[in-house]
């Protein structure tokens, strides 16, 4: 008797304890975000110094490889070279992703700036009036015009 009073109590309980697992269960997915349109504009980030040295390393290993179309072969041996190298070794290409880095902040500066213009310049025209209301405006300066001719 009293295990069948155990099992009606934890049945009873097991029932609260079901729909929390079950929420816990349930997959919530994120409300869909709209995704940010990117400006083709923007300058591309650059190479850190492996991907600087995998330029280079490509057209070599296709020269001596002439029969490989094996992107993953390509990629893996890169991969195994550039771990056998010497910190001086590396030194020219993080030289070179160091300039391009440089060069990538000097044009997003830039870009920035430009950027920032717009939208000032931008917002303050759209302040004055939408484009639906300049069309208004240039549609009504016909109709004077035309009116005009009339008399």
Known sequence: MSICNDLTMKG???SGAVKKTDDK???KKPA???KAVKDPNMPKRPSGPFFVFM???RKQYKE????NKSVAVVGKAGGAKWKAMSVSEK???VAKAEK???EYEKNMTAYNKKQAAGVDNGGDEDDEGSDKSKSEVNNEDEDSEEEEDDD
């Not at 001596?64 to 029969?67: G, S, V």
């Open 25 to 27: 269960l349930t997959v």
């Open 55 to 57: 330029e280079e390393f």
């Open 12 to 14: 009873g309980k097991s």
């Open 64 to 67: 001596e490889n002439p029969q």
């Open 100 to 102: 391009r880095k440089t």
């Open 91 to 93: 030194a020219p290409y």
């Open 32 to 34: 869909a975000k709209a």
